[in-house]
């Protein structure tokens, strides 16, 4: 029991230093921003599913400021009760831990939508390190965390795994593409890309590992995946770990520098995008000598360059497109996948709303790592679930694959007809075959 | 000293009180709006320009779309107390000039008590703001509407200016303290999360081909 005790007092003495920290950084100003108008509920999918107080993100903003306002405002500290300033004692932190990490993805439509401007979504991502600090992330999603770090992937995949996996997608893509030349290459020196995949399209999704493939042998590029880091998500964002977080992305950075690589290119992933390309440099303190790129990006490059001969007619479902918060709202990255499927699809819907205004699957945030969310986590989505519907498409393309299994799970519990593909497949599906050069060009 | 000119200083005081006060917390938060480390991938300027004027637009923002009268009742109270400071700072350094000004100034402050009172019963009537509001959004709420209210009774001649100035000065006494300093925590926000999204390319929002931007209202 001691023991117990003793490790309580130490976690909140860790959260105590923690919310100290935050004092005089960018979520405090937002935290002092808020006049709890209340005007924000609409704007979020968690609270327009379950419209309950604590989930208004004004709430949950207040559940975090009060912690700030009773250490560092000058009332908070002499009057709390008038400016509803609380301490932060040990039953304070449990059920911080569900406001921030159970009733938030982060997806931060609120702040777009704030009557004031509030950044929502830093105000929860302090809050969340104050809890990992204190050793109280979910255990799911500490698990992943660690798994990440230990094996350098989210899932475990060993080497070996991988260059078998890349074998086997290597034989299927020249049996089905008819160029032998067609391959996954790993641990390739001197390739221009370094590709970094999410881990569950070698053990679950291998088609979407090998429309990639394709796609990067038709329009000639060179590229490689690496057995020492072939992640592209980064689950230390998520629980806002921030050493294991900056670890992650210079091994990547290492790894590229060890094959030669002057480019990183993402595979269809919302938070490894924003990791990698945005918060990653401001881990590590300096900005990355090699760029970080989408394969988004790449694809819509390589289609206006007439790189990747295509027959749209081969897909004529209705397709709409699914933005993913990470990857749009806080990534900037909104119209090269539009760019893209504008082109590959005979039929392209939008779903409304759209862009930066689109609402969060549910599935952000790290939710799919935290199996005691996984209720709310589910009804949350059925506003995606609704704007899918009302789309009428057959076809979900998702540039995210934590979005796509949240889809998949959603579109089944609502009962929708729909596929849900990545971008790289749809264009995959679309490759003229016939045409394609055949050359792998070298840097 | 007579009456006039000892609320004429503590107004003063108060004033001084209340700008010095919020600029040491602005000052306090100096190193947090940082720019993005990262490659911009557009303009950070350019997103805080939008994000001060079209993003806060009914057509861009819900939470003026999706509640019209919350959201015109705020900015008639922000009117309101703008005419309100007006006629305070006039009742200090002119209170015989500019009748007709202080006539249009009068008739804002009204029309923002009337808003402010409706702001205060909404969030008495609504259970989720009740629930979430310490007293310090009463406080600051009743306040603002002293301002205005006293401001207004000096225009009709019912309240002399020194007692204006001194309820004017308890009201800026309180503005750091209390949620009122939103007022200038409302620019740091609001510019550093524009900031950051120009950077990042969100804002402003790009020119489209096909399929608008879609905000349901």
Known sequence: MASDAEARARALSSALAALDAEAGRQAAIHMSACVRCGLCGQSCHIYRSEPTPANLPASKVEAVASFHRRRHTFLGRHAPRLVGARDLGPRELESLVETVFGRCTGC????????????????????????????????GLRRTVRTQIETGNQMAVTPEELRETAAWISDELAGETGHEGARVPVDEAGSRVLYLVNPREIKFFPLSLQAAAGVFYAAGESWTLSTRTCDVTNYGFYAVDDSAAAELTRRVLEEADRLGASEVVLSECGHG?????????????ERPRIPFRS????????LAEDRIPIDPARNAAVTTLHDPCNLVRWGGISEPQRNVLRKICARFVEMTPNRADNFCCGGGG?????????????RSGSIKAEQIRATGARVVACPCHNCADQLLEITRVHGLDVEIRAVVEILYDVIDWRRVRGQTLRS | MSPDSASRALLGAAALWAAGALAFQAW???????????????????GAVYGFTAAMSPARKESASRHPLAFGAGILLHLGVAASLSIVFLSAVAPEGWPRLGAALAGVSAVGLAACVGLLVRRLATAPLREMSPPDDYISNLAVALLLASSLAFRLDVLPAAALQLLAALVLLYVPVGKLRHGMFFFLARGDLSLRLGARGVYPPAARKGGGRGVRR
């Open chain 2, 28 to 46: 306090r938060f100096r190193g947090a709006v940082r720019r993005e480390i990262a490659e911009p991938r557009g303009s950070a300027l350019a």
């Open chain 1, 295 to 302: 394969v988004l990006e790449r694809m819509d490059a390589w």
């Open chain 1, 366 to 378: 790290g939710m799919l790592s935290m199996e005691e969310f996984g209720e709310r986590r589910v």
């Open chain 1, 108 to 139: 931060g439509r609120c702040s777009l939508h704030c009557s004031i401007g509030l950044d929502v979504s830093a105000i929860i991502r302090a809050a969340r390190r104050v809890l990992t600090k204190a050793g109280l992330t979910p255990d």
């Open chain 1, 273 to 285: 995008f924003r990791s990698f390309r945005w918060e990653g440099p401001g881990w590590l303190g």
